[in-house]
């Protein structure tokens, strides 16, 4: 801030106190007393705090403020004394017949105004904890009888998670045994934390600084352990929309990750929200793409019915073929959030023989209800998520012998480590480092056709596969599934005919997520191609700040990624912190899973 004698109310005679301790307090007082405005600076995190290395009077106490705390309050709400804690002088130059400073101040988090330094939030903080040394304090404490907060550079978990929630905070809360309170932590900047805690790629996790000392915590699962915890006490509730009705409706097409997040903030500013979704049940990919098994239906169904008493309407079985149809119906806005529902193909030999499926048609059939025959022997084309779903998800079907075969080695598999590791625990077969040629049969698949390869990443050209060996190389199969990826449907649609598409069919949108067709939006996969369910919900949630800024003028959400904020680093690991093993979620025996 740039403080004037002259400037700000202060007039001619107004007085810029610089430091700490008695003799500031003293003079800050003295010059209040006598009418004289007074901003008081001082680069201490309190004004009673000695200078280093300067020691107390032998007869005064070491906390000071104990003696002065009556006179300390008295000054600095004086209604002529601005204090300024954590602040520094930049420059003092002469300016009209005064002086001019130039003052920066660290951020305090503490509204003084108010404070009395009661002490009581430090006693309900849950980030306080005596029996380990890095917490062995409050945040919020009182060195000196004076309130400050010791508020940390945001943190690592924090900023890898795309939706920037508190994690600390409802770890800590957690901890506490205050469960409804973690959860409405969660809920601040996650609407949907149950499927989160089942199915999230949980990036916070790899970014936790507990790995350090030896495993990361177990982020993911205590937010399904919360989740889960309030199932048992009642349903599942969002917060009431803090923003008053605006009148405007905005329709969202798709009721995926990326509409329902964005339907609920939306719906959170005040728009009145319709959800449009072709299937006969709403969730979109959340039910059709992801097994029951991974993601119980209990759960997607306890998120939708929070969305619906918040006041979201959801209208299954209807296709949306026009975005202008719905403006015309008097929608201020419509967001394209259809994901990519369409199988990539493999364009090899022997693709459309009887036996071969398409994991996406595969496993949207079977949570479909709809019954499936999968052959004894069974070879998943790919080795991403989608893949292990489909190969795990063979084996429920009955499937005698499970094979991957994928041309990533086994570090550099795309599926989570979690996902292999339970496919193998399950029976699946694994056959990396192999890319298909052919799929071979009469009228019915009968074997697939492979070599030796590996990707090749040309610094100026798309990756592209590259053969190791001549040697051609067989699995039998009776069945053969394509889990190669994923696109949009939109070129295949009428609504994407009035919209701009680029490569992929993906929906063009400009850096507002704007679409080519006037207050039309888009978001989540049918914008960037596949992502993880987490990546979806945020840019769900960015398209709705986008929504909201182009109709009503508020602040959209440009990054959702947290930027560093606070006054110092986090705190160094302690060197007596003992290591103990991460928590495990339990899990049935791999036999009875299948």
Known sequence: MSLSTRQNGAGPEAVLVVGSGYGALKAAEDLSHGGIPVVWAARARHFLELPPGVEPFAQWPADLSFQFRPLYLRVTRHPLVTPLTQARVESLVQANGGCEALVVQDPVYVDYDLCT???????VCPLNDSDHPPLSRSPAYCPSRSLLMDKRATSPCRQACPLGVNAQAYLALTAAGRFAEALAVIRRDNPLPGVCGYICSHPCEGACRRAELDEPLAIRDVKRFLFDYEAEEGPAAL?????????????????GPAGLTAAHFLNQDGFAVTVFEALDQAGGMLRVGINAFRLPRAVLEAELAALNASGVVIRTGQRVDSAQALLDEGFAAVLIATGTPTDLRLNLPGEDLVGVLHCVDFLARVNQGVKVAVGPRTVIIGGGNSAMDAARTALRLGAKEVTVLAIETEESLPAAPQEVSEAREEGVFFCLGRAPLRIVGTERVEEVIFRTAHWDFPPDASPCIVFDSDAEESLEADSVIVAIGQRPS?????????????RGGRLMVDADL???????????????GPSTVVQAMAAGRRAAGEISARLAGATPWRDLAQAPRGVGQPEPIAEELPQQPRQRMAQRQPRLRK
């Open 117 to 123: 330094g009661c002490g009581r939030c430090q006693e």
């Open 514 to 528: 704007a679409a080519s067709r006037e207050r039309v939006f888009g978001a989540g996969d049918a914008v960037t």
């Open 239 to 255: 917060p009431a929309p803090v923003a008053p009705r605006r009148g405007l409706r905005v329709a969202v097409v798709g009721s």
């Open 490 to 502: 939109l070129a295949d649609s009428p609504l994407g005919a009035e919209l701009a598409l680029g």
